[in-house]
């Protein structure tokens, strides 16, 4: 999608991916919610025939793309693990920009998997209450999307994911002192603000460094972001266990403040090695 988009439209067109994402988002919690309490796996099927039908799709719409030929053409990227790997320890700066991903990543896993064990063992009706609490994060990015972006689109990247992660903080410690239904979804409201900001700004931050013909690999290198999705359930449930609820919101409020250190030095290590390039005759 990056390759067939020009530079300043990239920023919107990362949003309305995760726009679009979210249409779904908010309707499947719902519907998997209340199927899924008599036991019946039709949840678990209709989610495998939307899977399928997606492949479907993908793959008729990149079979009507046209390649570049000749000198328009960009050499093949490796896009293997090892060759990503390598990639990322031989750049500071994605190396950086991942670590970040990785702590946003970190407490966006935590909040869709031990929010529901927190909300579950706290709150009356707590299976319903998460599903709800999952369609208004969907709902809040169909709403609030277009406005947030079109602020961001006229201000550093680099701004956009240190608001976002304070948004993230800030839901976090909503959720930590909520003790209404009311109070939850006020907070998953501010905590969505923080991702309407991160997502996007992530994606095109990484844009940005990527050498020309190499945008696949940056971007298939963003993917080692992914273990956060396993470090904030694993991380959360330890001090859900241990410490209790609002020790673990608090807890990932402070890991989210911590992603901004991370992307703010690696944006300054870039701005450096930018300086230092020769100027082009």
Request: charged share 10%; with cysteine.
């Amino acid at each position: 999608m990056s390759d067939l988009t020009p530079p300043e439209k990239r920023f919107r067109l990362f949003s309305l991916r995760y726009w679009s994402g979210n249409v779904g988002f908010a309707v499947g919690p719902l519907v998997g919610g209340f199927l899924g309490l008599s036991g019946s796996p039709l949840p678990f099927v209709m989610t495998g025939v939307a899977y399928l039908l997606f492949t479907c799709v993908v793959y008729r719409l990149a079979a009507g793309i046209d390649e570049p030929t000749g000198a328009e053409a960009e050499p093949l990227e490796r896009l293997t693990l090892p060759w990503a790997w390598k990639t990322v320890r031989g750049d500071r700066v994605l190396l950086l920009f991942i670590l970040g991903g990785v702590l946003t990543m970190t407490v966006h896993g935590q909040m869709s998997v031990t929010l529901s064990q927190y909300v579950k063992a706290n709150f009356h009706d707590g299976i319903k209450l998460f599903a709800v609490l999952m369609s208004v994060n969907s709902l809040a990015v169909i709403l609030l999307q277009y406005p947030l972006s079109k602020w961001a689109e006229g201000r550093s990247y680099l701004l956009s994911i240190c608001w976002g992660s304070v948004l993230f903080a800030a839901g976090e410690m909503g959720f930590a002192l909520s003790q209404s239904a009311a109070w939850l979804i006020v907070s998953m409201v501010v905590f969505t603000l923080g991702e309407i900001l991160v997502v996007p700004a992530e994606y095109i931050m990484l844009d940005e460094i990527a050498p020309e013909g190499m945008r696949g690999t940056y971007y298939g290198a963003q993917t080692f972001a992914e273990l956060g999705n396993f470090l904030g359930p694993w991380l959360g449930g330890l001090i859900l266990a241990a410490y209790g609820g609002s020790a673990m919101f608090l807890a990932m409020g402070a890991v989210a403040l911590a992603a901004i250190l991370f992307y703010w030095q690696g944006q300054q290590m870039y701005l450096r090695r930018q300086q230092r390039k020769p100027a082009a005759v």
